[in-house]
């Protein structure tokens, strides 16, 4: 099946670091990615949508300064936590879709970000 | 508001039997529905979806059934192994390729 690789799986670093997150599509072209975040015992919470070649779209309340997304390509999508922060610490999941209607996405296995 | 609603948070189930994990939803103008499940600490793996064109669809031992008069679905497991312990998102989306909206999960805990 297709597959989705999500880099780093775990990340400890000091407030006010930089932290950035890849994500590709290993098998399929993706032309949208989507990042996602999940609090403990939460759903997943959309952050934002990424369409090759274009700007990203964020969800109502994110902010897109902080949280900073590039797809150059149609199988990599970056999330940079930008100047991270305790309060940032989550899970984070992309995952990658290709063109074709009605089609599944698939998930990276996620990022453990702590921020100290 | 929510659009995707999991009202059971857990489910337990003997080894065996069946697990039945309900969804419900608001939004008419979604069309293509799909369970997904999820390991601690793993990103989500796909199961099983449907299109609002059908009302049942079977993969092994997974059946997701759709009514769309009634906005809900459910995944059926049979029979459900301790393996299928896991958290189960059911998911909707509306035509033309939309984001992904999920239900908060259900854990599935199958007892042996």
């Known amino acids: 099946g297709a597959v989705v690789s999500q880099h780093p799986s775990w990340v400890i670093c000091k407030s006010g670091t930089s932290v950035k997150i890849e994500c590709r599509s290993l098998?399929?072209?993706?032309?949208?990615m989507f990042w996602y975040r999940q609090f403990p015992k939460q759903s997943l919470m959309l952050m934002a949508t990424?369409?090759?070649?274009?700007?990203?779209?964020?969800e109502q309340g994110v902010e897109k300064d902080k949280f900073l997304i590039n797809h150059a390509s149609l199988t990599l999508s970056t999330l940079t936590v930008t100047s991270a922060h305790p309060e940032d610490s989550s899970f984070y999941i992309c995952?990658?879709?290709?063109?074709?209607?009605?089609?599944?996405?698939?998930f990276g296995d996620g990022t453990r970000l702590s921020i100290l | 508001d929510q659009q995707v609603k999991q009202n059971s948070p857990s489910l337990s189930v003997q080894e065996g039997r069946i697990s039945i994990l309900n969804c419900d939803y608001t939004?008419?103008?979604?069309?293509?529905f799909l369970w997904y499940k999820k390991y601690p600490a793993e990103g989500p793996t796909f199961l099983i979806s449907?299109?609002?064109?059908?009302d049942k669809n079977e993969d092994g031992r997974f059946t997701v059934f759709l009514n769309k008069s009634a906005k809900h679905l459910s995944l059926h497991i049979v029979p459900s192994q301790p393996g299928d312990s896991a958290v189960y998102f059911c998911?909707?989306?509306?035509?033309?390729?939309?984001?992904?909206?999920f239900g908060k999960g259900t854990r599935l805990s199958v007892i042996a």
């Open positions: 990424s369409n090759e070649g274009s700007k990203a779209t964020y």
């Open positions: 998911a909707a989306s509306a035509w033309g390729n939309t984001p992904l909206v």
């Open positions: 939004n008419s103008m979604f069309d293509y």
């Open positions: 098998d399929f072209q993706a032309t949208t």
């Open positions: 995952s990658a879709r290709s063109d074709r209607e009605n089609q599944p996405q698939h």
């Open positions: 449907i299109s609002s064109i059908k």
